[in-house]
């Protein structure tokens, strides 16, 4: 269990908050050291599972998998890459990702995540930014999209393909190797040396690349195992697993796979999280946690609901929906009655059970981050038998700096720091972090991190008396009305996102009179809607405009106009019949919002709004 965290009270306000490290720092070593480190202590034990072409998973032991690490590490070295060469990775969240980036740190390399969405021109600038010298992309069509830039890569000297066979190629080209040339150079690294460069996704610039360190994972992750232990450590029959379906181009992703190989918990990745084929695997693989962003969590829910619709049980599943709620503290921590507790008791084989069946059956906790969950959605998951443990952090702190401390949740808020983490609050509202799992700068900066600095994070936010930390808004989101007040969009727009109809919400209002909102809808959650109101053929355009689903449209705004006084509320918003995507330039490969981008696309629109 986490210490108590150490406080500082300015004028009855909490400005900082800073907890004590649970684990101790490492002096020496390397994430490359991870996988021998598991060899020695445990070789027989299923650290990994492989899925199958028969849709079945295969056990990974531990002493299998340093074998494999360091047979594409010899690889890797008789290709020629030099300690502290760039290799850049780019491809879904498979087994092979896992087993390339541990070989590659074996091997002394720096690993390169690169979104395997990315554009031609995405690509190229992390490759070219970055001075990789190596590249291994998941298919062909990658391939042939960075063979026909090389020209522009002359730095790039290999590019190889998990589909062909890549690392078969590299086992056989290290097979003359002895494996003392592999833990030669392993030995060599120091948690001061450079792991990766995960890029930030780039919403107002060009993405930056984030120079992470082993010492920063080593810090990030060492203090997560400890504080998360009911995660890590599962104390029931069923022994610890997770299956990785986010990107581990992302740290969040990256740093909980990093997370179950330090900690010895069975991992399975999941390449694709289109609903048919992320619900077979989870049936199949039947993990006992989950990582996951709001997004997901939202379309199990709706998706849940929408199947009670059709068999006419809306209401039922409505109320069910109410007592998990108040379950999970909903209302303030008021301790459900006795006809309550009896309710529950009822929905749970009818509703609840029936969830954590579509999530393998098995799985007590879910990890949340990238944006706020939501109180609604918090309070339903943990009334439902699933507890959540909600983070916030950014990729300059190797994932989280705070969360939600086991058995002792804030609903509305992102948790307390991390064990070894401390927060302030700038005078002016802006949330400052500062820990060894803060990163040593940017890629080609020639100013990096200085040691002792606090990271001025961009985000808004507050401490309460108890240290946890509330999020409610970015710096450079917040907008001025002509009137003069601010409004913070997040909190309107996260709320709106939540709702089944709604796909992604952008706030307006900066230098106008009033705030509006452009609203994209759901493609799961109209075609249901649609369904169940015989208007499937109303073509998209005659649709965000029907009256039936404005109504809908604006109980949900305002339902999220509840949160805000009404000088920050939204007036008028326009339903538009595309969506938000990333080819469109509109979102990052995180699914974050461009608002510029939205901004200059959706002109029209937004000048519409402000007419009489």
């Not at 930056?208 to 995660?231: M, S, Y």
């Not at 990729?395 to 989280?400: D, F, P, S, W």
């Not at 759901?522 to 109101?533: S, V």
């Not at 499937?536 to 339902?559: C, F, H, K, N, S």
């Amino acid at each position: 269990m986490a210490a108590e965290p150490v406080k500082t009270v300015l004028g009855g306000v909490v400005r900082e908050v800073a907890v004590p490290a649970l684990a101790p720092v490492p002096m020496a070593g390397s994430l490359g050291d991870i996988p021998y480190d598991n060899e020695r202590a445990a070789p027989g034990e299923a650290v990994l599972a492989r899925r199958q072409e028969d849709g079945s998973w295969r056990d990974v032991t531990a002493a299998e998998f340093a074998a494999e690490v360091t047979a594409v590490a010899k690889g890797l070295i008789a290709e020629g890459l030099q300690p502290g060469a760039r290799i850049a990775i780019m491809a879904r969240t498979t087994y092979e990702w896992t087993l390339l980036d541990f070989a590659a740190w074996a091997a002394g390399l720096v690993t390169v995540p690169v979104y395997p969405t990315s554009s031609a021109l995405q690509t190229r600038y992390v490759l070219q930014d970055s001075g990789a010298a190596a590249c291994v992309v998941e298919d062909t069509d990658q391939a042939r999209m960075i063979s026909a830039d090389r020209a522009a890569l002359p730095g790039l000297l290999n590019l190889w393909a998990f589909d062909t066979g890549a690392l078969g190629q590299l086992a056989r080209a290290g097979a003359h190797l002895p494996d003392a040339l592999v833990h030669e150079r392993r030995r060599a690294r120091t948690p001061e040396s450079v792991a990766t460069l995960v890029y930030t996704s780039g919403t107002t610039g060009a993405p930056k690349g984030c120079v992470i360190t082993h010492g920063n994972f080593f810090a990030e992750v060492d203090n997560a195992i400890e504080l998360l232990h009911p995660v890590f450590k599962a104390g029931s029959k069923d022994p610890a697993s997770t299956l990785l379906f986010l990107p581990l181009a992302h740290v969040f992703g990256r740093m909980v796979a990093i997370g179950c190989l330090r900690a010895r918990v069975k991992l399975a990745h999941a390449p694709s999280i289109d609903s048919e084929d992320l619900l077979a695997d989870l049936a199949t693989f039947r993990p006992t946690f989950l990582l996951a962003i709001p997004h997901v969590l939202e379309k199990v829910y709706n998706t849940a609901r929408a199947t009670a619709e059709k068999m006419g049980r809306a209401s039922s599943f409505d109320r069910a929906a109410r007592i998990a709620q108040r379950f999970g503290g909903a209302d303030g921590g008021k301790a459900p009655g006795l006809g309550a507790r009896a309710a529950r008791a009822l929905y749970d084989p009818l509703v609840y059970r029936r969830m954590r069946d579509a999530l393998g059956g098995r799985v007590r906790y879910v990890i949340s981050g990238g944006s706020p969950l939501g109180t609604r959605l918090a309070a339903f998951y943990t009334g439902a038998g699933v507890e959540v443990f909600e983070g916030y952090g950014l990729t300059e702190t190797t994932g989280a700096s705070t969360v939600t401390p086991p058995r002792q949740p804030r609903l509305g808020t992102v948790g307390r720091p991390l064990p070894g983490t401390a927060v302030r609050i700038a005078d002016d509202g802006e949330v400052l972090l500062y820990g060894r799992h803060v990163f040593a700068g940017y890629w080609n900066d020639p100013q990096p991190m200085p040691a002792g600095q606090w990271l001025a994070t961009g985000d808004i936010g507050e401490l309460d008396a108890d240290g946890y930390l509330t999020i409610t808004g970015r710096k450079k989101d917040l907008i001025i009305t002509s009137g003069g007040k601010n409004v913070a969009p997040a909190p309107l727009e996260d709320w709106l996102r939540a709702h089944p109809l709604v796909g992604q919400c952008m706030v307006f209002g900066d230098n106008r009179p009033y705030v509006t909102a452009l609203i994209t809808l759901e493609p799961d959650g109209i075609a249901h809607w649609r369904l169940m109101r015989r208007k499937e053929g109303m073509p998209m355009t005659r649709l965000v405009q029907d009256p039936e689903l404005l109504e809908e449209i604006q109980r949900a705004v305002d339902q999220a106009n509840t949160l805000v006084s009404r000088s920050e509320s939204i007036r008028r918003f326009t339903v538009l019949p595309g969506q938000f995507t990333e080819t469109r330039g509109h979102l990052t490969p995180s699914l974050k919002m461009r608002r510029a981008a939205i901004a200059r696309d959706h002109e029209d629109e937004i000048n519409a709004l402000y007419e009489d």
